[in-house]
């Protein structure tokens, strides 16, 4: 059973930043590749970033690339979102993958999922 610590989130003004924190953990737990996805209301859940095992690469959506960075300390993932947008509201979700290495915006990657965390983006 995977545990999770999640912060950050909130309300924000179109151009502010916010940091979105997430930290998985259990007994004999490693999580390998870790990722960040979203569902905006009434949409489908879509992948905005992930960074691989070592943390040495990296994939981001289109819509995140040039304004959010994705990192990793061990089992914490961090998204850093700079230049908020009013259509970056959503639940953010991390997850965790114990098939993959690699950076992998496939949701079907991922088996442990974080509660989420809503981000609100005012304009």
């Known amino acids: 059973q995977v545990q999770w610590v999640e912060s950050g989130g909130g309300l924000v003004q179109a151009g502010g930043s916010l940091r979105l924190s997430c930290t998985a953990s259990?007994?004999?737990?490693?999580?390998?590749?870790m990722g960040w996805f979203r569902r905006a209301p009434g949409k489908e859940i879509e992948p905005i970033a992930a960074?691989?095992?070592?943390?040495?690469n990296t994939y981001y959506a289109e819509s995140a690339k040039g304004r959010f960075t994705i990192s990793r300390d061990k089992n914490t993932v961090v998204l850093q979102m700079n230049s908020a947008k009013p259509e970056d509201t959503a639940i953010y979700y991390c997850?965790?993958?114990?098939?993959?290495?690699?950076?992998?915006?496939?949701?079907?990657?991922?088996?442990?999922w974080g509660q989420g965390i809503q981000v609100t983006v005012a304009s």
């Open positions: 997850a965790t993958s114990q098939r993959t290495i690699n950076a992998s915006g496939n949701s079907r990657n991922y088996e442990h």
């Open positions: 259990g007994r004999s737990f490693t999580p390998l590749a």
């Open positions: 960074i691989s095992w070592h943390g040495s």
